[in-house]
């Protein structure tokens, strides 16, 4: 007997649901009593909305109810499945986002608040079958600008859609292009910055993996724009899978006639090389790719001459990173009118986030510019895990800055991000929870910024060191007052006169959290405390002699043999040989270790 | 394949459309699509895959073809398997090891009865085909 509809109930391992199980027993109850028992599968599902749950989701029709109570089993039952229609008192209705993340489509399901332009085809298509990018729109604005617009309708149609720069600093994708295509010069490049190193970011290799051709497309649009005939896509190497599919595709479209001579039998040629990066983070900033392109050590140049005028072999050049590229066979398919609807005022169309650090459903998320980081942690990312307490975001890498639980509501786009002191860089976000030390993340970031400065100018490659230097110091418990003074001019110096945009930024992730936590940094220096125990030499492991009972668990379990004692007998701890790994902490039964 | 001209690529878009349409309504095919990027990979997506076609090789299962794709952006949950039979639902299953997926083969490829505690949901509408 053949299943006719399936009633999936929020639930599985790992659900924290308690009415969830119960909503399951009701339903599989009804579904006996109301006699549809063998037309109908109950089932557990996860839907990633535990803010409206629980869910209750009926297929093939896609009744979609939310915050569920198990008396509402039978209504259910007799409603949606014998008689076929919605409960329309528990049928989920998009809350009222008054205007900040405007989106202006028909026919298309919101309750996941996801949008998917850039991230469209992932998941979708075969990444290797360029029939399969084909059929779902692929190449269709490739055809369209080469047969029926002009270069400049196409950087009109750009202006119209408000697109800028995913890569960082949001500079105007049509103005870059137009600035490049402007010049007169017959020997002009198309790059594409593929060189991803933020820690904890990995949308663009997704985004190369999933769906290589739209970067593709894009490029060659990019080409026509500006008057290239060349590109060349500049990819780290320890991603080898996207390259590899990245090849393949290329080879595919040259099979195919969209890359080489006379594309589509307009006249326009073009084609495109991978050029391998060895992965460093400079090497993301466009004058330094641009030497690395070259042969020569990634260093970046002063600017101007900006790439638009003197990039790749000295000749004109347009960069962009993946998702830019990514959004643009969309917006000349759909127009840009359409795109503009999507986002806010200054920040059309979507963002691309890696989602990360201790949150329950980590991933690859995109959303319409103006999502709130509420919207994106609690909603899509479905809280913090084993329900900790949320402490801050960390958006933009090692270049941004901390959002904390205030600006939860503040709608992210670029204007915005800046504002609070963070940026929206490529698109990582890190969520820390209350047992993340801030000093100890901000030390992170600057040990990676020290390791990934180039050397050339003396305000990053000293800055850098010296700020590290300072939390250090701070994290062992030796900070002075005067350190948060030094730490401040010392990156003001930073931003003012680096070179680049890694010196220049490297200073935030210090000053946001100064900003925002300057009492978690006092606590180290003045009180040598760390509330999150994170830094090891202001942590103490003691035993309380009065609950140790001396079951000797702790001292088998101590690895570096720091705990001793009788068996019976209070133990313990030499605090000389203690590496304050905690192992202790865990294994007491019997409440005895305290940690200060 | 030779080279495209303006008109080729309009004709091939055409026919793989019809023909999918075709796919969706005739329902001969039963598609089982493997998220292979790096996340999934590193999950074991390939354990997965070749769980799947021993499971359907044992059971002589001719109708079920294999596929790979991206990142789907779920992942926390890798590997993840899209199951579409026709005449039910297509199906997202997330944190398919081996033996679940040789669970699918056995009840949701052939009894048409979906597996319990692996189910997702797509994060997001689609908005190339409006659906």
Same mark, same amino acid.
Not at chain 1, 174 to 185: A, C, S
């Given at each position: 007997m053949a299943i006719k509809n399936y009633i999936l109930v929020c639930g599985g391992p790992g659900c924290e649901s308690v009415k969830a199980d119960l909503i399951q027993r009701a339903l599989i109850r009804e579904v006996e009593s109301q006699g549809v028992k063998d037309d109908v599968q109950v089932v557990n599902g996860c839907f990633g909305f535990c803010e409206q749950g629980p869910i209750v989701k009926i297929l093939p029709e896609e009744f979609f109810y939310a915050k569920v109570n198990p008396g509402d089993a039978k209504e259910i039952i007799s409603e949606s499945i014998i008689k076929g229609h919605a409960v329309s008192r528990l049928t989920y209705k998009a809350e009222n986002d008054q205007g900040r993340a405007k989106i202006n489509i028909e026919g298309v399901s919101f309750y996941q608040k996801q949008f998917r332009i850039v991230l469209r085809n992932c998941g979708l298509i075969n990444p290797e079958s360029i029939d399969e990018y084909i059929v779902r729109d692929g190449y269709l604005a490739l055809e369209k600008v080469l047969f029926e617009?002009?270069?400049?309708?196409?950087?009109? =149609?750009?202006?119209?859609?408000?697109?800028?720069?995913?890569?960082?600093?949001?500079?105007?994708? $049509?103005?870059? $292009?137009?600035?490049?295509?402007?010049?007169?010069?017959?020997?002009?490049?198309?790059?594409?910055? +593929?060189?991803?190193?933020?820690?904890?970011?990995? @949308?663009?290799?997704?985004?190369?993996?999933?769906?290589?051709?739209?970067?593709?497309?894009? @490029?060659?649009?990019? !080409?026509?724009?500006?008057?290239?005939?060349?590109?060349?896509?500049?990819?780290?190497?320890?991603?080898?899978?996207? *390259?590899?599919?990245?090849?393949?595709?290329?080879?595919?479209?040259? =099979?195919?006639?969209?890359? !080489?001579?006379?594309?589509?039998?307009?006249?326009?040629?073009?084609?495109?090389?991978?050029?391998?990066?060895?992965?460093?983070?400079?090497?993301?900033?466009?004058?330094?790719?641009?030497?690395? @392109?070259?042969?020569?050590? !990634? @260093?970046?140049?002063?600017?101007?001459?900006?790439?638009?005028?003197? !990039?790749?072999?000295?000749?004109?050049?347009?960069?962009?990173?993946? =998702?830019?590229?990514? %959004?643009?066979?969309?917006?000349?398919?759909?127009?840009?009118? $359409?795109? +503009?609807?999507?986002?806010? =005022?200054?920040?059309?169309? #979507?963002?691309?986030? +890696?989602? #990360?650090?201790?949150? %329950? %459903?980590?991933?690859?998320?995109?959303?319409?510019?103006?999502?709130?980081?509420?919207? *994106?942690?609690?909603?899509?990312?479905?809280?913090?895990?084993g329900g900790k307490k949320f402490k801050a975001v960390q958006t933009g890498g090692p270049s941004g800055g901390v959002i904390t639980e205030a600006d939860l509501d503040t709608p992210i786009d670029y204007d915005n991000l800046l504002a609070i002191g963070s940026m929206m860089g490529s698109g990582g976000m890190i969520v820390m929870d209350e047992d993340d030390c801030i000093v100890d993340v901000t030390r992170f970031y600057l040990d990676f910024c020290v390791e990934e400065s180039c050397g050339k100018c003396a305000p990053c490659r000293i800055g850098t060191r010296k700020l590290l230097q300072i939390l250090e110091k701070i994290t062992e418990g030796r900070g002075e007052m005067d350190d948060i003074g030094q730490m401040k001019s010392i990156c003001m110096a930073m931003q003012k006169a680096s070179l680049c945009g890694l010196g220049q930024s490297a200073a935030n992730p210090v000053l946001s959290t100064l900003k925002y936590f300057e009492q978690e940094y006092l606590d180290h220096i003045k009180e040598k405390k760390c509330a999150a125990r994170k830094c090891k030499s202001l942590v103490r492991y003691e035993i309380n002699p009065e609950k140790c009972i001396g079951c000797t668990v702790c001292a088998r379990k101590c690895p570096v043999n720091a705990i001793s004692g009788e068996k019976k007998k209070p133990h313990k701890i030499d605090q000389n040989a203690c590496v304050k790994c905690g192992v202790c902490y865990q294994a007491c039964k019997f409440h005895a270790i305290t940690v200060a | 394949m030779a080279k495209m001209t303006l008109e080729r690529l309009r004709k091939l878009r055409e026919e793989q459309q019809i023909r999918l349409r075709q796919l969706e309504t005739e329902g001969k095919e039963i598609q089982v699509i493997i998220g292979m990027g790096t996340c999934g990979i590193a999950a074991g997506a390939k354990d997965v895959l070749d769980a799947f076609l021993e499971a359907s090789e044992a059971r002589n299962l001719k109708n079920v073809i294999f596929k790979q794709t991206g990142c789907m952006g779920l992942c926390s949950v890798e590997p993840i398997v899209e199951v579409k039979v026709p005449g039910m639902p297509h199906t997202i299953y997330g944190n398919v090891d081996a033996e679940t997926a040789r669970e699918i083969v056995k009840e949701h490829i052939v009894r048409g009865r979906m597996v319990n505690n692996h189910i997702f949901d797509r994060p997001a509408g689609d908005i190339v085909t409006g659906k």
């Open positions: 617009l002009s270069p400049d309708q196409v950087i009109e =149609e750009l202006k119209i859609s408000g697109l800028r720069g995913r890569g960082g600093a949001g500079f105007p994708t $049509w103005l870059k $292009w137009e600035l490049t295509k402007k010049i007169d010069d017959p020997e002009k490049y198309i790059v594409c910055n +593929a060189d991803e190193g933020d820690p904890g970011a990995y @949308m663009d290799r997704s985004s190369l993996e999933g769906d290589p051709h739209s970067l593709i497309e894009a @490029m060659i649009i990019a !080409g026509y724009t500006c008057g290239a005939e060349n590109g060349a896509i500049y990819i780290r190497a320890e991603y080898p899978l996207a *390259i590899r599919r990245l090849e393949l595709a290329m080879d595919q479209a040259r =099979e195919y006639g969209f890359l !080489g001579r006379d594309i589509l039998g307009s006249g326009f040629n073009f084609d495109i090389e991978v050029r391998l990066g060895a992965g460093a983070f400079v090497c993301g900033e466009e004058t330094a790719l641009l030497q690395s @392109m070259e042969g020569g050590r !990634g @260093m970046p140049l002063p600017k101007p001459p900006y790439p638009a005028a003197r !990039g790749f072999l000295g000749k004109p050049t347009v960069i962009n990173n993946v =998702e830019t590229y990514a %959004n643009i066979p969309v917006i000349l398919t759909k127009g840009g009118r $359409w795109f +503009a609807g999507i986002g806010t =005022e200054k920040s059309k169309g #979507t963002k691309v986030f +890696a989602l #990360t650090g201790k949150i %329950n %459903n980590s991933g690859l998320v995109e959303v319409p510019m103006g999502t709130t980081l509420r919207e *994106i942690v609690f909603h899509i990312g479905g809280g913090i895990k | -």
